[in-house]
RNA sequence: CGGGGCGUGGCGCAGUCUGGCUAGCGCGCUUGGUUUGGGACCAAGAGGUCGAGAGUUCGAAUCUCUCCGCCCCGACCA
């Protein structure tokens, strides 16, 4: 019997131990498609939560749900040059459409397409022509729409979840009459994806501008939410960006204004995607598979009947279905405590592993003995795999939420205290590259604050180390300094990090 | 796309250098039994065109060539 359920551990050799977990808790597996994954039911079920959450968040903030074509034609994405520039050598390019059986039985593309069309590796431009038509005038604005789909983009180096050539994701696109409120809209909703990503997924986020170099191609700012993995490595956990009137001009999104001149609109866009699952998985998973915050566990509990006969287990069945109907009516996050009993008929120690390798929260565990005390096992997946409470069954449902609770936050501090251990204010270059060291040794640094400006020789200079500045913290005053690679006098830290 | 590693039953691997008995091992799976607050034990079984194709050879998992895929590093990348 190892001592850890998955191997290798994340200390021996991380990247495999992501893998490994992605694949212990059945999460996904590799498709017959290069770069592409089948998510399976319980990476699915995992999504389904961050869907449901966010859906509320963005209805909440007066967005209503749409949906566009995957096609996009090829002159929609010519039309912003920095937007080409940017995602012309990851698109899926439709040319054909139709087969026929070729002399030797195989289908040949016919039916070759007047202009091809493109898979969208996102949707700006198809958005914004449809913004066009919909837009004339103020009191058509603001135009405030999301839409779940999928989006491609031929990424040379795949990995699940992380970075995959399809992959899901929610792209929200709004249309504003003014600067200031686009900008207050692409702020609004990296408010939200930071407190969703603090609050539900317990992963601790810094979240501001990106430097230049880092924008979305055709966006005037980008910002991003940016959380750090168990290996110090950054990852992007979240966009919003300010699109100005760049996409308005180049698509002619026009509206007649209060005094009746005409103007472009300013408009926004703002998206995360499946990469979130990769982001739970690597903040808060250990060497005994994922861990699940409860807010975003499609499961809070599991219920374990224990018993050798077949009295016992029509009795502890029927207590355990007790437990499963009290707790399924009490409440945790505003929502029925999730809970199922696994009646299965595998052995009692790789059922309990199976969960734990799954990361559901809480393992409830019942048997003849606990009956006869009127209690119940109670274990918790942020604690030893062996460690056990009992609980009076009485008492269960009053005690779960605060339990479920506890884990949630729980998990938030320890996330919080590993970045906060691994993240440094240095005041010099040579201290940035001491920090990174230039060894390849995984967990090597962590998020540098330092004063850098926003320069390509900024780039330049920490290149090398592979590091890139993530975003520059909005958190707090202004603290100003002196950039540490020019010289210039900069208002804030940026913060520097290794990145997925 | 460049460098490196790898592809052998569901998972993890040995065997490949130095071709040759019916291709093995651990875990998992099936059945029976013994157990049982626990990732058990015993026994019997099922499961593999050794990534694909071509070639060399009396004989290829093993040698040669081509291709495909995966992983790591780089390039690249909201």
């Known amino acids: 019997m190892p001592a850890t359920a998955i191997s290798p551990t994340r200390a021996e050799d991380y990247p495999e131990w992501y893998q490994q977990v992605v694949r212990a808790a059945d999460l996904a597996e590799q498709s017959a498609v290069r770069g592409c994954m089948v998510i399976k039911p319980h990476g699915y079920a995992i999504w389904e939560r961050m869907q449901k959450i966010l859906d509320g968040m963005f209805k909440a903030t007066g967005h209503v749900n749409a949906y566009f074509p995957l096609f996009i034609p090829l002159s929609y994405l010519e039309q912003e040059a920095k937007h080409v520039e940017g995602f012309a ?10 087969l026929e059986l070729g002399p030797d039985g ?6 070759k397409l007047e202009e091809p069309l493109v898979v969208r590796p996102t949707s700006e431009t198809i958005i914004g022509a449809t913004y066009a038509k919909w837009i004339q005038s103020w009191r058509d604005l603001p135009v405030l729409v999301n839409q779940w789909a999928n989006v491609v983009r031929w990424e040379m180096r795949p990995r699940v979840f992380l970075r995959t050539a399809e992959f899901l994701w929610q792209e929200g696109h709004t249309a504003h009459a003014t600067a200031e409120e686009a900008v207050e809209e692409t702020l609004r909703m990296l408010d939200v994806y930071a407190t969703f990503a603090e609050r539900d997924l317990a992963m601790p986020v810094v979240k501001g501008p990106k430097p230049a170099a880092e924008r979305f191609p055709g966006a005037v700012d980008t910002y991003s939410i940016e959380a750090m993995m168990q ?3 950054a990852l992007q956990a979240g966009t919003s960006h300010f699109l100005g ?3 308005a001009r180049a698509q002619n999104i026009k509206f007649a204004g209060t005094s009746g001149a005409e103007e472009f609109c300013w408009t926004t866009s703002w998206g995360v995607s499946t990469r979130l699952i990769g982001a739970v998985i690597m903040t808060h998973s250990d060497d005994d598979g994922l ?13 374990l009947p224990i018993s050798r006969t077949d009295e016992e287990r029509t009795a502890v069945l029927e207590a355990c279905r007790k437990v499963e109907a009290a707790l399924t009516a009490t409440t945790y996050a505003d929502e029925p405590i999730r809970v199922k009993i696994d009646a299965r008929d595998i052995r009692g120690g790789d059922k309990v592993w199976q969960h734990v390798k799954q990361g559901v929260p809480v393992r409830v565990e019942i048997g003849p003995r606990d009956l006869a005390a009127g209690a119940a096992s109670v274990s918790r997946r942020d604690r030893g795999p062996k460690e056990r409470e009992a609980v009076a069954l009485a008492e269960l449902p009053a005690r779960l939420p605060g339990i479920l ?13 590993f970045r906060d251990a691994r993240s440094q204010r240095l005041g010099s270059r040579a201290e940035v590259e001491a920090f990174f060291g230039t060894g390849d040794s995984a967990g090597a640094g962590g998020f540098a604050r330092v004063h850098v400006a926003d320069d390509p020789a900024v780039a330049a200079a920490f290149d090398p180390l592979k590091v890139t500045v993530r975003c520059i913290p909005m958190e707090g005053p202004d603290e ?4 540490v690679v020019t010289g210039r006098s900069v208002p804030r830290p940026s913060v520097l990090a290794r990145a997925y």
């Open 89 to 98: 050598k990851e698109c899926a390019v439709v040319t054909h459409h139709r």
């Open 106 to 111: 195989r289908l040949i593309p016919t039916g």
């Open 231 to 233: 290996d110090g490595k």
């Open 245 to 247: 009137q760049n996409f």
């Open 291 to 303: 861990v699940l915050p409860p807010r975003i566990a499609p499961q809070h509990v599991v219920i």
């Open 405 to 417: 609770d506890e884990i949630q936050r729980g998990l938030f501090e320890r996330a919080r205290s």
């Open 480 to 483: 100003p300094g002196t950039c």
